[in-house]
């Protein structure tokens, strides 16, 4: 796993992502693979966590065959999404803490919506990007590890908002995000 997006973006605050693999005692008593994620702020710098965050290795051995379309560092991320926004990280990191598996993930795959209800909530995402990063560049997978949609429905809201011109494609899955979208409703 060497793909892991770098940032979590919230409606109201942006964290810059640092991951590592992790040797730890529950990864070995617990057949996982484990990492240590710290999430810092962009604009607040005393605003930081740090935590466990861990795959089952029998789901990590059995992914490529699930043909989900998205890399499992973006589910795992997902996760951790999850329960950054739930207030509830301290049940990531101990001994028994919550670890992704074959029984959990299909809740983080995303959901289905109707266009309107995806353009805002990604307008919403963006903005808070936008205000911490105004002339800064994203990638599809720091969107999609930070919303609750599918791959395709969030395509489909990034293709709209391209053409309401709040997004510019710069080509690869990377986007700028335009400054207009401040301004946006």
Do not use: C
Not at 12 to 23: G, M, N, P, R
Not at 55 to 65: L, N, P
Not at 83 to 95: E, I, K, R
């Amino acid at each position: 796993m060497v793909h892991f997006p770098n940032i979590l973006i919230l409606p109201d605050k942006v964290y810059s992502l640092s991951i590592q693999k992790a040797e730890s005692k529950r990864a070995l008593d617990r057949f996982l693979f484990d990492y240590s994620v710290q999430g810092v702020s962009f604009s607040d710098p005393y605003d930081k966590w740090r935590t466990l965050l861990g795959v089952s290795r029998e789901f990590w051995e059995d992914y490529t065959f699930y043909k989900l379309g998205v890399p499992l560092e973006w589910l795992l991320l997902r996760f951790l999404y999850h329960h950054l926004t739930a207030n509830s990280l301290d049940l990531l990191s101990g001994d028994n803490g919550q670890v992704l598996n074959s029984s959990n993930f299909r809740a983080l795959l995303g959901r289905e919506i109707i266009e309107t209800e995806g353009e805002e909530s990604l307008r919403i995402l963006l903005k808070s990007w936008a205000k911490v990063h105004p002339k800064g560049v994203i990638e599809f997978k720091d969107i999609y590890v930070s919303s609750h949609f599918t791959a395709e429905t969030l395509r489909q809201s990034i293709e709209t908002l391209k053409s309401s011109g709040h997004l510019k494609d710069l080509g690869q899955n990377v986007y700028l995000v335009e400054k207009k979208i401040l301004d946006a409703s």
